[in-house]
């Protein structure tokens, strides 16, 4: 042994110099079959997470298990419930928002720890997103330019989480992307045309997704070419449904007013959006004007029979179809809600759809039966669609579901979220002498969004409430003039709503989605598959050349054209070096042939800009022009052995 004691804490041990054994490397924390994980694993009811996580493929939920998770959650030995001991796996998945950081992030729930980030808009260093050939494939050439990522919702089949996909919104570039859920990747990036700022975003619950629902929150000249530019009252917006298995524009519906947060039904028969500014107007004060706004609901299946009975647009270059959903439309229902709704949420039950009033203090409740009973002919007035309204507080913003019957809405000017009986509002409505009201709970300060565990979906299991509130004020320690956002948790699960934990997150989650880490068990890959698709045009370009990547480390020149292929291994790239003149264009082709889970390599072309991740079996690739001559190392990036500092290379560039 060649270890000593560091000078300040005995119990801290310098590490041996000599490579790790790959026996050694499999006994981490968190190896497959390790013994520290092992010992953990004992007796809990989480043992099938993290080992035979590609062995189980369980789907759904299973209650009576959950239940027991929930008891030995509980069972703490007095330590707070949402304690998550080190070493301890969270029973929950959050999927959050990364507001304008453009990016979403995979948190633990309930220790809200940030368990990884999840470039889309934006770019990144770390993984190289929107630095490598894969990357920019899946990016398109626009790029870069960032993003505005608010509302990241999970695919459902009969409105339930089927972990295949998570779908998000771009409102800062009009865009929705599609991230895989096996390997918690970026694959589809869909502009889309005639509109500015997708904001809302939801997804079809029935049959399954089926349709991404995509509101253009920005009203624009149509085309906006130039053209209409001070003449307001022309520009409009419209609603978007993406096919979320092709990704593909399915079709657009031309709307009075704007568009800001949207909602689907459970039956696969409507989806609905909220307008702030039915005004049309340009200017804060014009916007604000009336006393109600409205929710506008699409009628899905005379949509699609208007399209194939080719009662539709092209607006300009595109091809999507656009057909005409303003008032006097047979395909949408205006429904008058005060005022400047804004956040609208499904219930559970699949029988209630919510419009928060931000100017006023009510949300409004419509029932989907009455939607049904306006568009066959019965209800007359739309605005009868609305059965209570309950009175709040300040600045309603958003409702979340406990699938008990209550609803929680967070108040942004209150900085409360207000528990209320949804039977109780639509009673009192109706006349009846009831308090709907169940408490106020304050949070710090000034809360967005909230979101309960699976309360988007049939599942609402009434466990967790997260706020994400919009400031932190004094709760942490200085950051400079910018502060953290703030995302407390709260324990739903009684009679009471109870604060139990703070977290910091940077600028800025809107949204998120909580679901139960079992729900993804064998969804997720712990490597990757050398077949993947994310990379399998690298694959075909090196097999068009005659290279096996797997095991061949060779230079081949075409022209001014220079492929380099190499393997990682640790602690060594296959090449040592490689020499190109200066002015080719040259890419670097790196294939990680370790296969033990977690050991990464990166490589990094120092003064180049260019870094890139190349996990266990990935294939990553990266093309630029060599324009400067001279020696340049190339160095591994992820500490991935004790001789990672060793794991470098050259290029050497010919003036
Ligand atoms: S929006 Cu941000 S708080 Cu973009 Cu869902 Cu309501
Ligand atoms: Cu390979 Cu560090």
């Not at 049959?207 to 520009?235: C, H, I, M, Q, W």
């Not at 399915?250 to 947060?261: E, K, M, S, Y």
Request: aromatic share 8%.
């Amino acid at each position: 042994m060649n270890s000593k004691t560091n000078g300040h804490d005995p119990e801290l041990k310098t590490t041996e110099i000599r490579p790790l054994t790959q026996e050694e490397i499999a006994s981490f924390p968190g190896q497959p079959g390790s013994l520290a994980r092992r010992n953990f694993m004992k007796g809990s009811a989480l043992a099938s997470l993290a080992g035979a996580g590609g062995l189980i493929g369980g789907l759904g939920l299973d209650r009576a298990a959950h239940a027991d998770e929930h008891k030995r959650a509980d069972d703490h030995d007095g330590m707070p419930e949402d304690h998550v001991a080190p070493g301890q796996l969270d029973e929950y998945f959050g999927f959050w928002s990364g507001g304008q950081s453009g990016e979403m992030r995979i948190l633990g729930v309930p220790s809200m720890r940030e368990l990884m980030r999840i470039p889309v808009f934006n770019t990144d260093f770390a993984i190289g997103w929107g630095i490598t050939n894969e990357s920019k494939r899946v990016l398109g050439n626009d790029f870069p330019r960032g993003g505005d990522l608010h509302h990241p919702h999970m695919s459902q089949t009969h409105g339930h989480y089927d972990g295949r996909y998570l779908f998000v919104n771009d409102k800062a570039g009009t865009r929705v992307a599609r991230i895989r859920c096996d390997v918690m990747r970026t694959d589809k990036i869909t502009q889309i045309p005639n509109v500015q700022a997708i904001h809302g975003l939801r997804v079809q619950r029935e049959p399954r997704t089926g349709y991404v629902f995509a509101n253009a929150e920005f009203r624009v000249p149509s085309p906006n070419d130039g053209r209409d530019l001070d003449d307001p009252k022309k520009y409009q917006t419209m609603f978007t449904a993406v096919n979320g298995d092709t990704m593909e524009v399915a079709w657009q519906v031309i709307v009075d007013g704007n568009l800001d947060n949207t909602d689907c039904d459970y039956e696969g028969k409507y989806a609905a959006s909220t307008c702030y500014n039915s005004e049309g107007a340009v200017d804060l004060a014009g916007m604000m004007q009336s006393e109600r706004d409205w929710v506008v609901v699409f009628n899905l299946k005379r949509i699609e029979a208007a399209i194939k009975a080719g009662k539709f647009n092209h607006i300009g270059e595109s091809k999507v179809p656009v057909v005409d959903g303003r008032h006097g439309s047979e395909l949408t229902m205006y429904i008058p809600v005060p005022k400047s709704p804004h956040g609208l949420n499904s219930s559970p039950d699949g029988k209630y759809l919510t419009a928060n009033g931000k100017l006023s203090p009510t949300v409004s409740v419509m029932a989907w039966s009455k939607v049904d009973s306006y568009f066959d002919g019965t209800l007359k007035d739309p605005r009868d669609a609305v059965i209570a309204e309950p009175q709040l507080g300040l600045g309603p913003l958003h409702t979340a579901y406990d699938g008990r019957g209550y609803a929680y809405t967070t108040l942004f000017i209150d900085s409360q979220i207000a528990k209320w009986s949804i039977q109780d509002a639509i009673d009192a409505y109706a006349g009846k002498k009831v308090n709907y009201l169940r408490q106020k709970l304050d949070v710090a300060y000034q809360p967005g969004h909230n979101h309960t565990s699976l309360g988007e979906t049939r599942d609402a299991d009434g466990r967790w409430l997260v706020s994400l509130n919009k400031f932190s004020k004094d709760r942490f320690l200085a950051t400079g003039p910018l502060h953290p956002d703030l995302d407390q948790l709260i324990d739903i699960s009684g009679d009471k709503m109870v604060l139990v934990a703070d977290a910091p997150v940077f600028s800025e989650p809107h949204d998120a989605v909580i679901l139960p880490s079992k729900m993804m068990i064998g969804k997720i890959k712990r490597k990757w598959d050398r077949a993947d698709p994310y990379f399998a045009e690298t694959v075909a370009q090196a097999k068009a050349l005659g290279v096996v990547l797997e095991k061949d480390n060779k230079v081949i020149r075409q022209g001014k054209k220079v492929f380099v292929y190499m393997t990682s291994s640790a602690p060594q790239y296959g090449l040592n070096s490689f020499k190109v003149k200066q002015g080719d264009e040259v890419t670097v082709t790196v294939t990680n042939i370790d296969s033990i889970e977690d050991l990464t390599h990166g490589f990094c072309l120092t003064d180049y800009g260019i870094n890139m991740e190349i996990s266990p079996q990935e294939t990553t690739s990266v093309t630029f022009t060599a324009d400067k001559p001279g020696v340049y190392w190339y160095y591994c990036t992820f500490f991935c052995h004790a001789l990672h500092l060793e794991m470098r290379g050259r290029m050497l560039v010919e003036a």
